[in-house]
């Protein structure tokens, strides 16, 4: 069984910047974030292949939201800049997908940190 802890969620301007962590206490192959808003389902934003460290990144946060992790293959980081009112949600960390990266499928979650983007 993995736990993922988040943090770093909260208020901040619309252009504003905020750095969401996630520490996962055991043994991950892949972990990423997604996020969800009322009434609709959760969306992936971002994952890592710790095999490799290679980010994947939604459309809609391409050039402004950062994937990273730390060496110890135990915590994620989610650099979001350029914030906007429609990035507003409660985001997710989740671990090892058991196909796709980008469903929503993933063997384990976090409890989800809220996001509030004000314009």
């Known amino acids: 069984q993995v736990q993922l802890v988040e943090s770093g969620g909260g208020l901040v301007q619309a252009g504003g910047s905020l750095r969401l962590s996630c520490t996962a206490s055991?043994?991950?192959?892949?972990m990423g974030w997604f996020r969800q808003t009322p009434g609709k389902e959760r969306e992936f934003v971002a994952a890592i292949n710790w095999s490799d460290f290679r980010g994947y990144h939604a459309d809609s946060v391409k050039g402004r939201f950062t994937i990273s992790g730390d060496d110890a293959k135990t915590t994620i980081y989610l650099q979001m800049n350029s914030l906007k009112p429609e990035d507003t949600a409660v985001y997710y960390c989740?671990?090892?997908?058991?196909?796709?990266?980008?469903?929503?499928?993933?063997?384990?979650w976090g409890q989800g940190t809220q996001v509030t983007v004000s314009s």
């Open positions: 989740a671990a090892n997908p058991p196909r796709n990266i980008y469903y929503n499928n993933y063997i384990y």
């Open positions: 055991g043994s991950t192959y892949v």
